[in-house]
């Protein structure tokens, strides 16, 4: 997905939280390709990343709370202090993502592969594994 788009997918979601969904549009990136994309401090609460691609993305302290990441494939991934509360990451792959600091607290990992994952100080209170 080209930049413009996802600035305008981004800023349409963030009307549609303001709003409580009276305008704007959530973000639905269902299946997107939105590998090495520079994410981060990103509003995407209660979005839809489902199977999206986000291999080496930048997510640092970006808001995915709520957010469907059901089999997105998040290998390699900079999630430092990103907020994951009560995220939908079943089947997700995180392999070798940079989960330091972030809070997971209340998330869904079932079937998701953590291999080689930095946990460090991440929140994992009331994970669903």
Same mark, same amino acid.
Do not use: P
């Given at each position: 997905?080209?930049?413009?788009?996802?600035?305008?997918?981004?800023?349409?979601?963030?009307?549609?939280?303001?709003?409580?969904?009276?305008?704007?549009?959530?973000?639905?990136?269902?299946?997107?390709?939105?590998?090495?994309?520079?994410?981060?401090?990103?509003?995407?609460?209660?979005?839809?990343?489902?199977?999206?691609?986000?291999?080496? &993305?930048?997510?640092?302290? &970006?808001?995915?709370?709520?957010?469907?990441?059901?089999?997105?494939?998040?290998?390699? &991934?900079?999630?430092?202090?990103?907020?994951?509360?009560?995220?939908?990451?079943?089947?997700?792959?995180?392999?070798?993502?940079?989960?330091?600091?972030?809070?997971?607290?209340?998330?869904?990992?079932?079937?998701?592969?953590?291999?080689?994952?930095?946990?460090?100080?991440?929140?994992?209170?009331? &994970?669903?594994?």
């Amino acid at each position: 997905m080209d930049k413009d788009k996802l600035d305008e997918v981004l800023e349409q979601h963030k009307l549609w939280l303001e709003t409580g969904g009276k305008e704007g549009k959530r973000a639905n990136l269902n299946g997107a390709d939105l590998s090495y994309a520079d994410l981060s401090d990103a509003n995407l609460e209660d979005a839809n990343l489902r199977g999206a691609n986000l291999i080496g &993305a930048d997510l640092r302290c &970006a808001n995915l709370e709520y957010a469907n990441l059901y089999g997105a494939n998040l290998s390699g &991934a900079d999630l430092i202090n990103a907020k994951l509360y009560s995220a939908n990451l079943i089947g997700a792959n995180l392999k070798n993502a940079n989960l330091r600091g972030a809070d997971l607290s209340g998330a869904y990992l079932i079937n998701a592969n953590l291999r080689n994952a930095n946990l460090r100080n991440a929140d994992l209170r009331s &994970a669903n594994f």
